[in-house]
């Protein structure tokens, strides 16, 4: 377990500094500028250019040579308290992959629940430190606790921070959403607040309806597994029969008969500051459905596949303009927290989505989901310095860099948040 302290060496001494490299590609899907370069001041982006237009106006210069400056990722799902699951199932005797989505759920549960200590702040302070190495510079986490705030706060990264609750029992919902609130109203940008009802499985109506009401931004698993679709429509399956049972839920009485998009909508829980996460389990009038809300799908699909609940139809969203963004969801279902690693992933499966458009969903699209706004996502003049540089053996032709970016196939050298360099790389000072 990593015991790393944060936040990494931050690189800052001038006022005014111009970052060079052989491309700079200030928003994806746009041309990416050769030879150029990029002025901060004072923590903001003052210009953006070619090296030869911009080469005067700094007082000190870093070029990163054949190298590559691009927005951060953002990293719109992930659950960094489960960071360090891998080692709690090895030390719990749980090795064995579930063959099931409900069984996995199961699993999750057994270990947190045999888990010593308080192993989550650690835990969230390595997912940190992954993230950042990735070149992700902005988050959509979810924690269950509010202890496991600290190492956030004092990281550099930007985002929005959900905090659970799970209410089929009223005792224990009112308390648990009331604290969710708290902690979602304590924070400010550059990390605000949002609550999370956990999924459509584990919230009941009355409880949604209420942690709606709150007036917060929403991230709720939606529509994940065929499981659920069959719990939400018929009331019945191994959701019932095993998770229910197995925590001594008791069933509802009927069955909404709805599909779990349609069953959201019917809650008033989606809009446009509402993250609905996988969007697996989505027909054509579900996809209407979300559209219309103006909430943003976030596409996890490595988790997906490693719990084998399928792809998410990303035809039906293009058709129908839904909003989308991409995540890791944990390292309980998810080999890493790269979203580089993600995006070549989600390249092999999505191949409706072209390169430019995997890498929008991947650096705007979750900066829109999060209500980051241009402060995070392109790189333009009065935005804030927020880039990371990627370099590798050979860089590609410039109308090959947006599919080579997408390979996954390169390092992460350096990434600037507010203006700092966080990675403590090799920079001349
Ligand atoms: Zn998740």
């Known amino acids: 377990m990593s015991t790393q302290s944060l936040p990494l060496s931050p690189v800052t001494c001038h006022s005014s500094?111009?970052?060079r490299a052989r491309y700079l590609l200030p928003r994806a899907g746009e041309p990416a500028i050769e030879d150029g370069a990029l002025l901060i001041v004072g923590g903001r982006i003052a210009a953006v250019g070619r090296y030869s237009a911009l080469q005067d106006r700094a007082v000190q210069v870093i070029d990163y040579g054949d190298a590559v400056i691009l927005p951060p990722l953002v990293n719109a799902h992930c659950h960094l308290e489960l960071t360090d699951f891998p080692q709690w199932a090895t030390e719990c005797g749980e090795?064995?992959?579930?063959?099931s989505f409900v069984g996995w759920i199961r699993r999750l549960i057994r270990v947190r629940r045999a888990l010593g200590g308080d192993p989550v702040p650690a835990s969230v302070t390595a997912g940190i430190r992954q993230l950042l190495t990735a070149g992700t510079g902005a988050v959509g986490d979810i924690l269950t606790t509010p202890a496991a705030l600290a190492p956030l706060l004092a990281s550099p990264l930007y985002g929005r921070i959900f905090f659970e609750?799970?209410?089929?029992?009223?005792?224990?919902?009112?308390?648990?959403?009331?604290?969710?609130?708290?902690?979602?109203?304590?924070?400010?940008?550059?990390?605000?607040?949002?609550?999370?009802?956990?999924?459509?499985?584990?919230v009941s109506s009355r409880h949604l309806k209420r942690?709606?009401?709150?007036?917060?931004p929403l991230a709720i698993h939606c529509a994940e597994s065929p499981e659920e679709s069959l719990f939400l429509r018929e009331g019945r399956g191994p959701i019932a029969e095993e998770l229910y049972a197995?925590?001594?839920?008791?069933?509802?009485?009927?069955?909404?008969?709805?599909?779990?998009?349609?069953?959201?909508?019917?809650?008033?829980?989606?809009?446009?500051?509402?993250?609905?996460?996988?969007?697996?389990?989505?027909?054509?009038?579900?996809?209407?459905?979300?559209?219309?809300?103006?909430?943003?799908?976030?596409?996890?699909?490595?988790?997906?596949?490693?719990?084998?609940?399928?792809?998410?139809?990303?035809?039906?969203?293009?058709?129908?303009?839904?909003?989308?963004?991409?995540?890791?969801?944990?390292?309980?279902?998810?080999?890493?927290?790269?979203?580089?690693?993600?995006?070549?992933?989600?390249?092999?499966?999505y191949p409706e989505l072209?390169?430019?458009?995997?890498?929008?969903?991947?650096?705007?699209?979750?900066?829109?989901?999060?209500?980051l706004g241009q402060e995070m996502g392109v790189l333009t003049a009065g935005s804030g310095a927020n880039l990371q540089v990627l370099t590798a053996t050979n860089l590609p032709p410039q109308t090959e860099l947006a599919a080579w970016l997408c390979c996954a196939d390169h390092q992460v050298v350096a990434l600037w948040l507010a203006g700092i360099e966080r990675l403590?790389?090799?920079?001349?000072?």
């Open 17 to 19: 500094q111009l970052l």
């Open 95 to 99: 090795t064995i992959e579930p063959e």
């Open 165 to 202: 609750t799970i209410g089929l029992d009223a005792e224990r919902f009112v308390p648990s959403l009331a604290a969710a609130l708290a902690s979602a109203r304590s924070l400010a940008y550059p990390l605000s607040g949002g609550v999370s009802p956990h999924s459509t499985y584990t």
């Open 211 to 216: 942690a709606v009401s709150a007036g917060l």
């Open 246 to 349: 197995a925590a001594d839920w008791p069933l509802p009485e009927h069955a909404p008969g709805l599909s779990p998009v349609a069953w959201l909508a019917a809650q008033g829980a989606l809009s446009p500051q509402t993250l609905l996460i996988h969007g697996v389990q989505v027909d054509a009038a579900d996809a209407a459905v979300i559209a219309a809300s103006g909430a943003t799908v976030v596409l996890c699909p490595r988790s997906n596949v490693r719990l084998g609940v399928g792809t998410a139809p990303i035809g039906l969203y293009q058709a129908t303009g839904v909003h989308l963004a991409l995540g890791t969801d944990s390292r309980a279902s998810n080999d890493s927290l790269s979203l580089w690693e993600e995006i070549a992933f989600a390249r092999s499966v």
């Open 354 to 371: 072209a390169p430019e458009e995997l890498l929008a969903i991947a650096t705007c699209g979750g900066a829109r989901a999060l209500g």
């Open 424 to 429: 403590g790389q090799d920079v001349p000072c």
